[in-house]
């Protein structure tokens, strides 16, 4: 049923990618994409399509890239699609006409279980924050970013193994499934909502510029290594290491351990053995740097780094 409906879909990165595929390879109707406008990347600053831009020009979906979501021409263009539905993955806020245009709604893929982590980073603030599980939300857009009513939720458990790169993957191809279910849940009108619930303990998940990658070593060693792995593969943790010759070195730490015990340490302090271990002191531990990445060289394992660099330690 739900593959009769008109539906116009909105996204930008590799993760709004998945569901659109799926839309597509399922054989619903698909029939326009809004994405922002090309940008310029990388040193030759080349203008460069978003990803979802290359799949819909690959499977020739028409394509509009809006300025301003309030243009009055950009919205007859809008009208002229008449959609029964929009579907909004990893886009940007919508104005009350756009989102309100559709017989039937415009709804959102939000890889969080709302009302927790509502904002541009739930993925990393989820593991960040040491979380056992997280999942994808679809919800009705309404005047406030991330809180209208839910329509489906999946969960899945956070493994100590993953990191920011696993768990989007999987997180993905769990949402695009749960798109495809709720367009038909749509579709039958059958569909029954639950409210978001307020309360005190809700944790955000505020965009993550690069200053906020560096890392604090006054927090606890635990807390630091759920924080590198949040951020890596990107936007990727950073400190500065004091070479030998007392030069300071910014390096990215992809991998880390914990090791909780006690010292006496001052947070930042550098321990190693000069060939196999490079660790540094934290609050209840040390946290372990297991691969790195020195500036201008290619991320290696920690042994490789020590055997190029000489640095100040204490043991």
């Not at 943790?237 to 010759?245: H, S």
């Not at 390096?251 to 947070?267: G, R, W």
Request: net charge neutral; aromatic share 8%; charged share 20%.
């Amino acid at each position: 049923m739900g593959k009769d409906l008109r539906i116009i879909y909105m996204g930008t990165p590799e993760f709004a990618v998945a569901p659109l595929k799926a839309l597509v390879d399922g054989g619903y109707n698909v029939v326009a994409t809004i994405t922002v406008a090309d940008k310029p990347a990388q040193r030759g600053m080349k203008l460069q399509a978003s990803p979802v831009k290359q799949f819909a020009l690959e499977h020739g979906l028409p394509v509009l890239q809006p300025v301003s979501l309030k243009d009055p021409q950009f919205l007859e263009e809008l009208k002229s699609y008449k959609a029964d539905l929009q579907v909004v993955v990893a886009f940007r806020m919508l104005p009350e006409v756009v989102w309100n245009m559709p017989p039937m709604g415009t709804f959102n893929l939000h890889a969080s279980l709302l009302p927790q982590y509502r904002g541009a980073a739930p993925i990393n603030w989820a593991i960040i924050n040491g979380d056992a599980e997280t999942g994808v939300t679809t919800f009705f857009l309404n005047h406030t970013i991330d809180t209208g009513n839910i329509i489906m939720q999946r969960r899945t458990p956070i493994l100590p193994e993953d990191n920011i790169g696993t768990l989007y993957d999987r997180l993905m191809e769990i949402g695009a499934g749960v798109v495809c279910e709720t367009v038909d849940m749509i579709a039958s009108g059958n569909v029954k909502t639950t409210a978001q619930i307020e309360s005190a303990d809700l944790r955000p998940a505020p965009k993550i510029f690069k200053e906020d990658c560096l890392i604090d070593w006054t927090k606890p060693v635990q807390y630091l290594h759920n924080f590198v792995r949040g951020l890596s593969p990107y936007p990727v943790a950073y400190t500065n290491l004091k070479t030998a010759n007392g030069e300071e070195l910014r390096v990215k730490v992809f991998e880390s351990k914990a090791e909780e015990a006690e010292h006496n340490a001052a947070p930042g302090t550098v321990a190693s053995d000069g060939k196999t271990y490079l660790k540094v002191a934290a609050a209840g531990g040390w946290l372990h740097i297991l691969k790195i990445q020195p500036a201008g060289k290619r991320p290696m394992a920690i042994s490789d780094f020590l055997r190029g660099n000489a640095l100040t330690v204490n043991s």
